[in-house]
């Protein structure tokens, strides 16, 4: 069964006299994705293992165990490689002297296996060197429709400047999705999240060890089931208006405004990259000329296509009324996503400036944050919050920044500071 | 004359016409198994929308016929029924039509401004002969009932086709004339309300049960200079001379409903018409009406002018026939055309806020020689109808 994708749209069509701006919240759903590599083309995984000598022998033992369990979750046919980082970036496997992939079976996984048993810990730190390498190798096998990668680091990117990872993620962006782990504290969050967003993949922290393994088997076994190998989210909008933003605002907020495509004068494409079986939330922001009281048009088609063929459509509209009651409602999936990109902001916002040493900033942002958590019933966000800061109101976010707080507890703020909790009670499920 | 065998009225055996739609001698409604001739009229074609119910698989806004470009911009219209190029909706068919069987009579259904549907409907027939015969029907949905949008324009096109049939006897006494086209239009009453019985697609458990299609009904039949009408609920005819002529303008129909109820206990038309529950009928056609018998009158024109029937979505702006006749002598100052003054009068209601959807159906009465004896007035005689 091919996978079928449908689109909802909440929102309130009703403008006031002279009102312009239209948002609504689109749920995308998919269902019946089957397995990677299923839609045609075969699907490809690279495995990135940092290997510098930060890892240490403790943290290199668990990160092979990961790989190898990362391994185990790929299926059999699955094109394959294992790339190994430092302050320069080795193809760990398969050992063949130049780049290239290799078909998973019992054969490659056991080589596999070996070979990631001789990972050593050595050397420096250079993810953009890892990340042009994977691109490398990716591009030996062109047939491929869907490449993912998942990058493991410990340590800041102290081998390479800025502009050269950030010259290193744009060569590669669009080639391949990457979902990115940081094992330990000593690892940026800002630098890592730069990979994850460009490659539209997840972030999050591994605070100890001993869970690699679980986490490694785990996005493997995600990566696995995504059917779909891309999807682009479109957005059409009339003559003469404008398209504000698009955001992902579930699982994750994702600002995508500034990753259009032209498909055409009035649509513009965003990426998704592949889909599983699973539901994605996305906030549009459309302004439109005012038209007359009694008036009605389309804001907006929001779209999902494969290909060039579009799969799902919902039509976002705008009538104009001069009916108080129906201009004014406020819709609740609009407020509950405009919220919860509010608390990301303000959560980032708040840890930057404590790391800067602005702690007035950071109190007000983070005291924000604890209110629009509250607001929007984000339970882990509150949660996690007070664990950097003691909160003494919550609706009025009045706190105090702990004067202790477990370097962990705040990267893991700021990793999650993205993910967001669907409305409760609320008709999006 | 075909050589057919004669037909007879089962209620009382007397012989009928096979076009007949009820029996002259008793009243007895009759099933026409034919149309009269030359009076057979073409259907316009209207995509009719549809309530949707239940689990809702694609936008109710989406079934539209998208051939037609963009009435904004030009552009094409996309198949989810809107503008691909500008936006804007593609209005239905069904949302505003216009009908124009002859060079003196027409009539203009539409939307208006805030409803989001139209339930109005309008269907009119004519000889092409002006001033000759004319049938013009309005009935007005009720919009907080299902599919009414369907009912009406079945109720208004069935009774129209009655009416049609209903061959003019053009014998006997002017009352005798009077009482046939009386009988004729309760036949069309009857038609229209089964029309609106039919509609109705819901099944004893379904939760819009009690909320059966219902709507008004309003018909006019004008042969030469004699108007017969009849009506339930609170559509309206009208007799609107032209300006300095001979006769004054009368509203000849008077409303099924709360408000003409407290005008008819001393309240003024005006304070009545705005009061609370102004717009609450007393009759109306559909599963759950109490009496469709429709209150019919009979005019005999006297000096050129409009026979107009509408629905309140354009009396709610005009409602005393002298202000009508102002309108519409503003209104068509250049020309006797009967299509677009309808359409100037859906125009002008929508320019006062279009708060319901509004129907017009006009037919050009003209005498040259205005040398007539007394004033031209409702005739009550018939009033109540055969009930």
């Known amino acids: 069964m091919a996978a079928q994708f449908t689109a909802k749209v909440y929102q309130n069509e009703f403008l006031p006299d002279g009102g312009t701006d239209i948002n609504a919240i689109v749920t995308v759903d998919c269902v019946g994705a089957g397995e990677a590599g299923s839609s045609g083309g075969g699907a490809g995984e690279i495995i990135i293992v940092d290997t510098s000598g930060s890892m240490g022998s403790a943290n290199m033992e668990s990160a092979k165990v990961a790989a190898s369990a990362a391994v185990d979750q790929i299926l059999d046919g699955t094109s394959f490689a294992i790339v190994a980082g430092t302050h320069q970036a080795y193809q760990a496997y398969p050992i063949t002297g130049y780049a290239g992939m290799v078909a998973m079976d019992a054969n490659t996984r056991a080589q596999a296996h070996r070979a990631i048993s001789q990972f050593r810990a050595d050397g420096g730190t250079a993810m953009g060197a890892w990340l042009t390498l994977a691109g490398i190798i990716f591009d030996t096998v062109p047939a491929l429709s869907q490449k993912h990668a998942i990058l493991l680091t410990d340590g800041e990117n102290r081998n390479e400047t800025p502009q050269q990872l950030d010259a290193a993620i744009a060569s590669v962006t669009g080639k391949f999705q990457c979902d990115c782990r940081g094992v330990g504290v000593d690892w940026v969050v800002p630098e890592v999240r730069r990979i994850s967003q460009a490659l539209l993949g997840s972030l999050d922290i591994i605070p100890a060890a001993s869970q690699m393994q679980q986490v490694f088997a785990e996005l493997m076994q995600q990566s696995m089931g995504r059917g779909v190998a891309d999807a682009q989210l479109r957005v059409w909008s009339p003559q003469g208006a404008e398209v504000q933003f698009v955001r992902q605002v579930a699982p994750t907020v994702e600002d995508l405004t500034g990753r259009r495509i032209a498909v055409n004068p009035l649509t513009g494409g965003y990426p998704t990259g592949s889909w599983g079986d699973e539901s994605r939330d996305y906030h549009v922001g459309v302004r439109l000329a005012a038209k007359d009281v009694g008036q009605e048009q389309l804001a907006a088609r929001v779209q999902i296509a494969i290909g060039e063929e579009v799969v799902a459509q919902g039509l976002v509209k705008a009538k104009w009324s001069d009916d108080d009651e129906l201009t004014t409602r406020i819709n609740p999936e609009v407020a509950h996503y405009t919220g919860q990109t509010e608390l990301a902001e303000a959560i980032q916002e708040g840890l930057a400036a404590k790391a800067a040493g602005d702690d007035a900033t950071a109190t007000t942002k983070l005291g924000r944050a604890v209110q629009l958590a509250k607001e929007t019933g984000n339970e882990e966000a509150t949660t996690r919050l007070k664990k950097v800061v003691d909160i003494d109101n919550e609706e009025t976010g009045t706190v105090r920044l702990k004067r202790s707080v477990d370097k962990a507890d705040e990267m893991a703020l700021d990793t999650a500071s993205t993910k967001t909790t669907r409305i409760k009670g609320g008709s999006s499920s | ?387």
């Open chain 2, 1 to 387: 004359m075909t050589a057919s065998s004669p037909v007879t009225c089962p209620g009382c055996g007397a012989e009928v016409a096979a076009h007949d739609a009820f029996c002259e001698a008793c009243g007895h409604t009759l099933t026409p198994t034919e149309t009269a001739a030359g009076q057979q009229t073409e259907e316009v074609p209207i995509t009719l929308s549809r309530s949707v119910r239940g689990t809702l698989t694609t936008d109710a806004d989406a079934v539209v016929s998208a051939a037609r470009p963009c009435a904004s911009c030009g552009g094409e219209v996309g198949a989810d029924g809107y503008c691909l190029t500008c936006g804007v909706k593609a209005p239905r068919e069904r949302d505003h039509y216009t009908e124009s069987p002859s060079s003196w009579v027409a009539a203009c259904c539409d939307r208006g401004i805030r409803h989001h549907r139209n339930e109005d409907a309008t269907a009119v027939a004519s000889d092409s002969e002006p001033g000759s015969r004319a049938v013009l029907v309005v009935c007005d949905g009720v919009s907080t009932s299902l599919d009414s949008d369907i009912a009406s324009l079945a109720a208004a096109r069935a009774a129209r086709d009655v009416l049609v049939a209903q061959q003019a006897s053009g014998l006997g006494v002017p009352a005798s004339q009077v009482a046939a086209l009386a009988k004729s239009l309760e036949a069309a009453a009857a038609q229209a309300n089964a029309a609106v019985v039919d509609a109705d697609d819901t099944e004893p458990d379904d939760t819009m049960h009690d909320n059966p299609p219902s709507c008004t009904f309003t018909a006019v039949v004008i042969q030469d200079g004699l108007v017969v009408h009849g009506n339930v609920g609170d559509s309206r005819a009208y007799w609107i001379p032209d300006q300095g002529g001979p006769a004054e303008p009368v509203m000849l129909t008077r409303d099924d409903s709360v408000a003409q109820e407290r005008i008819a206990a001393g309240v003024s038309r005006e304070e009545a018409e705005s009061g609370p529950q102004a717009h609450a009928i007393t009759k109306w056609l559909g599963r759950d009406s109490p009496d469709f018998v429709p209150t019919t009158g009979s005019v005999r024109l006297e000096g050129s002018g409009w026979v107009l029937a509408c629905s309140d979505g354009l009396w709610n702006y005009v409602s005393e026939a002298a202000d009508l006749q102002k309108l519409i002598a503003e209104l068509s100052a250049t020309s006797a055309d009967p299509l677009p003054l309808a359409e100037a009068l859906v125009a002008w209601a929508c320019e006062q806020g279009g708060k319901d959807n509004v129907s017009v159906a006009l037919a050009r009465h003209t005498e040259d020689s205005p040398e007539s004896t007394g004033p031209a007035g409702p005739d009550d005689a018939t009033q109540g109808g055969g009930a």
